[in-house]
């Protein structure tokens, strides 16, 4: 069984810039593609970020294109999610998920294509 713990959420300024962490206890993250996804109150889970585990071919959702950036170190086996100019539409639960299945483009989006899931870390933007 693969644990994944998310870090790195937090309260933060509308601008201000949060980074969160992925760690995953399986020492094998390089044969994982990993993804990003966020839950806000009353709403459904939603993909924000993905990756491959080559790190080639990110992609973002159109709402966090240009802010965020995800990356992965494999040697360390943790993934990133880099957010700047957070907003206070970016408040929400983050994820982070991961699954051994080779993913195309269009199947990163989608939340039932991941196998492993972390707990979640609260991320809150307000003045």
């Known amino acids: 069984q693969v644990h994944m713990v998310e870090s790195g959420g937090g309260l933060v300024q509308p601008g201000g810039s949060l980074r969160l962490s992925c760690a995953a206890s399986e020492r094998t993250i390089r044969n994982y593609d990993m993804g990003w996804f966020r839950q806000a109150p009353g709403k459904e889970r939603e993909f924000v970020a993905g990756t491959r585990r080559s790190s080639g071919y990110p992609k973002y959702a159109d709402s966090v294109k240009g802010r965020f950036t995800i990356s992965r170190d494999n040697a360390k086996n943790t993934a990133y999610l880099q957010m700047d100019s957070l907003q206070p539409e970016d408040t929400a639960v983050y994820y982070c998920?991961?699954?051994?299945?080779?993913?195309?483009?269009?199947?990163?989006?989608?939340?039932?294509?991941?196998?492993?899931w972390g707990q979640g870390t609260q991320v809150t933007v307000s003045s």
């Open positions: 998920a991961g699954t051994t299945s080779y993913l195309i483009l269009s199947s990163m989006t989608r939340a039932d294509q991941y196998n492993y």
